[in-house]
């Protein structure tokens, strides 16, 4: 098997221009078409953001806002009494309000919260844990 590989003789790779040209017009066309989905697909936004820091108040208390204290989670997606899901849940349905996108189900953000590659996932969890802080000095009362 090595003797007739090594006699294979491989042609040499010249760019085809008009292949390029072809495939990049393809996926020009097929991201305009997303962007026009997702055009039709967006809703308007139902709540008001000046309200938030009011309404979390309503429904946590301000107690809950003063004796609150930060502790490291390990994310699991399978076990559901410890509601990560259903943050994620949450948290995607507000973005989704605010812009102006259409919400999903529970079970739809569980199975995509199972398919998230690690690195992502781990870029994602930095960038919503700044996202929560900053939050959180907001939400604070003093």
């Known amino acids: 098997m090595a003797k007739i590989a090594d006699s294979f003789e491989v042609k040499p790779f010249v760019s085809n221009d008009q292949k390029a040209n072809a495939l990049e017009s393809q996926v020009e066309k097929q991201n305009k078409q997303s962007t026009e989905q997702q055009a039709d697909e967006a809703v308007e936004p139902s709540f008001d953001p000046s309200q938030l820091r009011e309404q979390f108040v309503k429904h946590v208390g301000v107690q809950a806002l003063k004796d ?3 502790k490291c ?3 699991e ?3 559901d009494s410890n509601f990560h899901i259903d943050f994620i849940y949450a948290c995607a349905n507000i973005r989704a309000l605010n812009y102006g996108l259409k919400e999903m189900d529970w079970l739809t953000v569980k199975l995509k919260a199972g398919r998230i590659v690690p690195a992502l996932a781990t870029t994602t969890a930095a960038i919503a844990g700044l996202q929560t802080i900053e939050l ?3 939400l604070k009362v003093d």
Do not use: A, R, S, V
Request: net charge negative.
């Open 136 to 138: 959180l000095k907001l």
């Open 68 to 70: 609150f204290t930060m």
């Open 77 to 79: 997606k399978d076990d």
């Open 73 to 75: 989670e390990e994310f």
